[in-house]
C-alpha cells in the first residue's frame, strides 16, 4: 500500500511568514491531493496535482508535486490567521484515497 | 447547498450498543467513503463503495458494516460498539473522473465516544 510521510507534524509561525510543508510518498505518485481541516470540521479541499513537476496556486496557497522525488510541497506565502489548522495529503492510487498523518499549523498574530 | 450531509454530529454509546451513521449526498457522484479519524494517524479508510451496489473493504474494517443503499446514501454500521471506536467518522464522495474538479468531498463528521 502507498504510505504518505509528511513533514513537519507541528509548525507555530508568526503571521507574515512564509513556510513550507511537504509530502513524500512511498510509491510512485500518479496524482496528489491537499486538503485543509480546521479542528472539529470536516475536509476542504485544496487542489489537486496530477502531473509531475505540475504547480497550482490558490491564493496565497502553492503546491508543486515532484514525481521523481516522490514528493510534494505545499508552500504558504504570507501566513495569516486564518491558514492555522490541519494539512493533509492524500493519493489514491486505486480510487481509494489515503492520508498522510497531517500537519498542524499554528499562526501566531 | 450541495455537499455530503452526516448524522448525527455527535453521539455517546455504551459498550455493546449498536448503531448506524448516515451520509447522503447530493451531487451524484458514483463513489462514497467511510473514514476515521485519531490523533496522530491522520484519516484511515473503513469501508468505500466505488458504485452503487459495491462494497469493499479499506485499512481497517474490522467491527463494522456499510450498505450502499442507493446512489445516495451510504451508511456504516457498529453491530458492538468498543472503546476503540471512539472516533470522528468522516464519510465522503466522489465522482469518477480526472482534472481539478474531482476531489473527493468529505462531511462535516461524526464525533463519537464509546463509553
Known amino acids: 500500500s502507498q504510505e504518505l510521510e509528511q513533514s513537519p507534524q507541528s509548525l507555530i509561525v508568526q503571521e507574515g511568514k512564509n513556510l513550507t510543508i511537504n509530502c513524500t510518498s512511498s510509491?510512485?505518485?500518479?496524482?496528489l491531493y491537499w486538503y485543509k481541516q480546521k479542528y472539529g470540521e470536516g475536509l476542504i479541499f485544496l487542489m489537486m496535482l496530477q502531473k509531475g513537476g505540475e504547480e497550482k496556486s490558490h491564493e496565497k496557497i502553492t503546491a508543486k508535486l515532484d514525481e521523481k522525488k516522490q514528493q510534494s510541497s505545499l508552500h504558504i506565502t504570507a501566513s495569516q490567521p486564518s491558514h492555522a489548522g490541519i494539512y493533509l495529503c492524500g493519493a489514491d492510487p486505486g480510487s481509494r484515497l489515503t492520508f498522510g498523518e497531517g500537519t498542524q499549523l499554528t499562526v501566531n498574530p | 447547498n450541495a455537499g455530503v450531509t452526516q448524522t448525527p454530529k455527535f453521539q455517546v454509546l455504551k459498550t455493546g450498543q449498536s448503531m448506524t451513521l448516515q451520509c447522503a449526498q447530493d451531487m451524484n457522484h458514483n463513489s462514497m467513503y467511510w473514514y476515521r479519524q485519531d490523533p496522530g494517524m491522520g484519516l484511515r479508510l473503513i469501508y468505500y463503495s466505488a458504485s452503487e451496489g459495491t462494497t469493499d473493504k479499506g485499512e481497517v474494517p474490522n467491527g463494522y458494516n456499510v450498505s450502499r443503499l442507493n446512489k445516495r446514501e451510504f451508511s456504516l454500521r457498529l453491530e458492538s460498539a468498543a472503546p476503540s471506536q471512539t472516533s470522528v467518522y468522516f464519510c465522503?464522495?466522489?465522482?469518477?473522473?480526472?482534472?481539478?474538479?474531482?476531489?473527493?468531498?468529505f462531511g462535516s463528521g461524526t464525533r463519537l465516544t464509546v463509553v
Open positions: 465522503a464522495s466522489r465522482v469518477y473522473g480526472t482534472g481539478f474538479n474531482y476531489g473527493y468531498t
Open positions: 510509491k510512485t505518485l500518479y496524482g
